[in-house]
């Protein structure tokens, strides 16, 4: 956000708004976490927040501060749409295009005449906002929410649970500081969150060591369905909904099981199939380690976009046609073609 930008943040807030925050569609710990978060520090200025999720959020978050107070756009969509009809000013937060509100929600936003303000680090943000704060160099949404508050020059007014939701965030989105664009600057931002008093053992062991049994025999069953590539680097994973049904899939069961595939010596590409009967798609995930651009991938390939080394995706061809499209662009585009 350069300074023009920050000011003019700076005069809209000056006079008490009416104000929506919005994440993405299946909201994660940093889309949550940067919208509660700002949520909270934008009420403490003063003004009317409300946070409007397209659809629900997963229950390993439903101990963030004010995730109860949260209206769910798919559940409540008329409220919800009243809401949007009184706001003077709307947050989006952790994604670049409308449309990642799902299409009902994105109808709807796509109507409203209030100014927008985008905070985001995915690639290639679209042009509907007035106010953009998108750098793809910030490993997570709720690191940009600190510098933009700081920026205002409000850091006292981050309080504990501000400094919750902001933590969890970067811990999410930094698979907990292990991924390349966690800096000596995250690590600032989250020594100052502490110093807020963000219970840093506390609110891993509610975001990692909160399992049900069935989520982890899902994981085994992930585990034994995955198949390795060596030869290309990859390694895939397919859950069909038969699979999520037999270990009564809650949603956020299946996040983070991307990521495993990846700690196979010489593997650098990991993608996840999960089939949704409901939604009649199939949701993808792609992770990378290094230089193979998954964002490339998704978009280029399955409708889906993200950053290099974690992007989503769709397919709408059934499990097995999505596997044999997957296998058949992999083909051409695998990391040993870098
Ligand atoms: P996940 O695999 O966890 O759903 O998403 C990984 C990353 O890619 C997240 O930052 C998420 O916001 C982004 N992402 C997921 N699905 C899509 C999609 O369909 N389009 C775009 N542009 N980004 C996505
Ligand atoms: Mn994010």
Redesign the pocket.
């Known amino acids: 956000m350069n300074k023009t930008d920050i000011q003019t943040a700076h005069n809209l807030l000056a006079q008490k708004q009416k104000i929506v925050v919005i994440p993405?569609r299946?909201p994660?710990g940093?889309?949550m976490g940067s919208t509660l978060g700002l949520s909270i520090f934008l009420k403490a200025l003063g003004h009317e927040v409300q946070v409007i999720s397209p659809n629900e959020f997963p229950d390993f978050l439903a101990w963030m501060p004010e995730s109860q107070k949260v209206v769910i756009f798919e559940k409540t969509t008329q409220k919800a749409k009243e809401i949007l009809a009184e706001a003077s000013l709307v947050f989006t937060l952790?994604?670049?295009?409308l449309h990642?509100t799902g299409e009902l929600m994105e109808q709807t936003l796509k109507e409203l005449t209030v100014p927008f303000l985008m905070i985001d680090h995915?690639e290639k943000p679209d042009d509907y906002a007035s106010y953009i704060f998108s750098d793809i160099n910030y490993g997570s949404t709720c690191e940009m929410v600190y510098h933009f508050i700081s920026e205002l020059g409000k850091e006292d007014l981050i309080n504990q649970q501000i400094a919750s939701c902001l933590y969890t965030g970067i811990v999410t989105?930094s698979g907990s500081f292990k991924y390349p664009n966690t800096t000596s600057t995250t690590h600032r931002v989250v020594a100052s969150l502490l110093e807020k008093g963000a219970k840093n053992a506390e609110i891993h062991n509610l975001l990692f060591d909160n399992n049900s049994y069935n989520r982890l025999k899902l994981l085994g069953r992930a585990l034994e369905n995955m198949v390795v590539l060596p030869e290309l680097q990859t390694a895939y994973i397919l859950l069909s909904q038969k699979d999520l049904d037999e270990f009564h899939f809650q949603k956020g069961d299946t996040?983070g099981i991307?990521n495993y595939p990846l700690t196979i010596k010489g593997i650098v590409f990991s993608v996840i199939f999960i089939e949704n009967y409901q939604e009649k798609i199939i949701?993808m995930?792609?992770?990378s380690q290094g230089n193979f651009d998954v964002n490339l991938f998704?978009?280029n390939h399955f409708?889906?976009?993200?950053?290099k080394n974690?992007?989503?995706?769709?397919s709408v061809l059934s499990l097995t046609e999505s596997e044999k499209r997957f296998l058949e662009v992999l083909k051409e585009d695998n990391p040993t073609k870098l």
Do not use: C
């Open positions: 993405h299946n994660d940093d889309a952790d994604f670049n295009a990642r995915h989105d996040e991307v949701k995930s792609f992770r998704a978009r409708s889906g976009g993200g950053h974690a992007a989503g995706g769709k």
